[in-house]
């Protein structure tokens, strides 16, 4: 598994790259990649870019910190992963240094990523929904890597050293959680808790929310930081021998999946929940039967043909998808190169023609830097002779970009569709079982 963490860069972006890419945590700069820009020329690559954006915001970049669990994955694997989800978070678009730091206990990523993107010089918008993707898409990558995954909600907001304090026993939370716990079957109520813990050595501070401090512990706990079983309500509640169960979820339109009650915790706690599913259970048995009858769907065969057809058309659009935003991330780099040669080439000439190189250098190192960088893009990238037009290319970028849109539009109704198909073959099953195999010929 691995926990994320992000943070802005106001100013010292060049010692802050400097210290991700120091040889001695990054296995002598073998574990250290870029993109869009040089390892040793990031900084100023940043800076030309924050120009052209007109200096948008006060952040001169992001940073971005990737923490696996120890042991569970191997440097290069590591980079690679994290290769990755910068890939994908920042869309070809933005320019990044990453490295692997192997110095410590736990192998963990560094991504630092410029505060706006080099294709239409927008701003990276870091919020609650833009740090909900970083966490989904490192999930996924983790998962899909072999390596464990942070269960949903159970550690958002956890800082990596408070989620390895709990996986070693050492958190404070961790063993009040089992202090309460062990303490709610044998107390006659809230009050009798609390004295129960005092008589452990915890602190108690009551006030508009309680509080508890552990021996040793520098800051109090309050009770609703432990989680939805640990408030004062829900602490009472259980002490008088009720289990603490969220209310049902509304009911959704459209077809859902059937709940199975056999195997539900829930159900199996509380017997008001196990009626409702049952009685939901029957309305999503009509609502399946439903959606068959309006898609035209009379036979199992048919089902497995239509999700089959489904399956097809959106592994093919997501490869199209997968194309065009390629196609767009190199275009995005040519173009800035482009961009950079034209604008520097008449600096450069006069820096050519100088009889004092050394001297004209010292007054112009940044951009003959930034030139050079470009010009070596350039012909890495084939790109020789007269030019391509910069005004072409923005115009063929705008093009690829709307077609990118109408593509996402297409794979996400196609997903829908496919999850609602997929819903409807589970439930199908479930009614039918285990007679499904020897009636899926039949009519439905």
């Given at each position: 598994m691995a926990i994320t963490k992000i943070h802005p860069i106001k100013s010292t972006l060049k010692k802050a790259l400097d210290y991700i890419t120091n040889p001695a945590k990054t296995d002598e700069k073998l574990l250290v990649s870029s993109y869009g820009c040089g390892i040793e020329t990031a900084d100023i690559e940043f800076e030309k870019t924050l120009q052209w954006a007109m200096n948008k915001g006060n952040n001169l970049a992001h940073h971005l910190i990737q923490a696996f669990e120890p042991g569970e994955v191997e440097y290069e694997k590591a980079h690679a992963i994290g290769k990755q989800l910068a890939d994908e978070i920042l869309g070809g678009k933005y320019e990044y240094v990453i490295s692997t730091h192997i110095d410590k206990g736990h192998v963990h990523n560094h991504i630092i990523f410029c505060a706006v993107d080099f294709a239409e010089h927008k701003k990276y918008i870091s919020n609650r929904k833009s740090y909900g993707f970083i966490r989904r898409t490192s999930d996924r990558l983790c998962k899909e890597n072999g390596l464990s995954v942070v269960i949903p909600g159970a550690d958002r907001g956890k800082h990596y050293a408070e989620w390895d304090a709990q996986r070693k026993g050492t958190s404070y939370k961790a063993k009040l959680k089992i202090a309460i716990d062990?303490?709610?079957?044998?107390?006659?109520?809230?009050?009798?808790?609390?004295?129960?813990?005092?008589?452990?050595?915890?602190?108690?501070?009551?006030?508009?929310?309680?509080?508890?401090r552990a021996p040793g512990q520098e800051r109090f706990t309050?009770?609703?930081?432990?989680?939805?079983?640990?408030?004062?309500?829900?602490?009472?509640?259980?002490?008088?021998?009720?289990?603490?169960?969220?209310?049902?979820?509304?009911?959704r339109k459209g077809v859902s999946l059937l709940i199975d009650i056999e195997n539900n915790i829930k159900a199996q706690q509380s017997a008001g929940y196990e009626r409702w599913a049952k009685i939901e259970n029957l309305k999503r048995a009509a609502r399946t039967m439903v959606f068959l009858d309006q898609n035209g769907i009379a036979r199992y065969a048919d089902l497995e043909q239509k999700i089959a057809a489904l399956q097809g058309e959106n592994e093919q659009t997501a490869a199209t998808l997968k194309d065009v935003e390629r196609r767009l991330s190199d275009m995005a780099l040519l173009i800035k190169n482009i961009t950079t040669y034209k604008e520097l080439k008449p600096l450069y000439d006069e820096y050519k023609k100088s009889r004092d190189k050394e001297k004209y250098l010292r007054g112009h190192e940044s951009e003959i830097i930034l030139f050079e960088a470009a010009a070596k893009a350039l012909k890495a990238s084939g790109v020789s002779g007269k030019l391509p037009d910069p005004a072409k290319l923005k115009a063929e970028y705008k093009r690829l970009t709307a077609e990118k849109d109408a593509l996402y539009t297409e794979y996400g109704k196609l997903k829908k569709q496919l999850r609602e198909y997929d819903a409807v073959k589970q439930n199908i099953d479930s009614i039918l079982h285990p007679a499904r195999g020897r009636e899926q010929e039949k009519a439905l």
């Open positions: 062990k303490l709610i079957p044998v107390s006659a109520d809230l009050d009798d808790l609390l004295r129960r813990l005092e008589a452990e050595g915890y602190e108690i501070k009551r006030g508009k929310y309680i509080s508890f309050r009770c609703k930081t432990l989680g939805e079983a640990y408030t004062e309500e829900a602490i009472a509640e259980r002490i008088k021998g009720k289990v603490i169960t969220k209310e049902p979820k509304p009911e």
